[in-house]
Nanobody
Framework: QVKVVESGGGLVHAGESLKLSCAAS????????TGWFRQAQGKEHEGVSC????????AYTAPVKGRFTIARDITNNMVYLQMNSLKPEDTGVYYC???????????????????????WGEGTQVTVAS
């Protein structure tokens, strides 16, 4: 019953935008740190953006800083990732993952091993063409 469902991915061209959604059920998102991670084919997971227990702080990894924005809707138990100015290197499967806090949000976002990757949703595919 405890699960997340990601949606909103698709095929876009470089420079365009997408908004990803994560619907949580069986738990309250505001009881956890929440992160977006992505995995390109044949590569390891990498952190994208993370949100703390409260309305702030938020964190972004270097490749997406200034282009992506994370937001949480506590009332509806949703988390979003607005992705602007997309690049081909943003291509991958994007996952929404909750976790208990271990250090700062930025530290957690920079270290995927701190998260229970592979234990939650199926992810949503984002493909950015040149």
């Amino acid at each position: 019953q405890v699960k997340v469902v990601e949606s909103g991915g698709g095929l876009v061209h470089a420079g365009e935008s997408l908004k990803l959604s994560c619907a949580a059920s069986g738990f309250r998102l505001d009881s956890f740190v929440t992160g977006w991670f992505r995995q390109a084919q044949g590569k390891e997971h990498e952190g994208v953006s993370c949100s703390g227990l409260s309305d702030g702080p938020t964190a972004y990894t270097a490749p997406v800083k200034g282009r992506f924005t994370i937001a949480r809707d506590i009332t509806n138990n949703m988390v979003y990732l607005q992705m602007n100015s997309l690049k081909p290197e943003d291509t991958g499967v994007y996952y929404c993952v909750p976790a208990s806090p271990h250090g700062t949000v930025q530290e957690m976002c920079d270290h995927p091993h701190l998260w229970p990757l592979g234990e939650w949703g199926e992810g949503t595919q984002v493909t950015v063409a040149s």
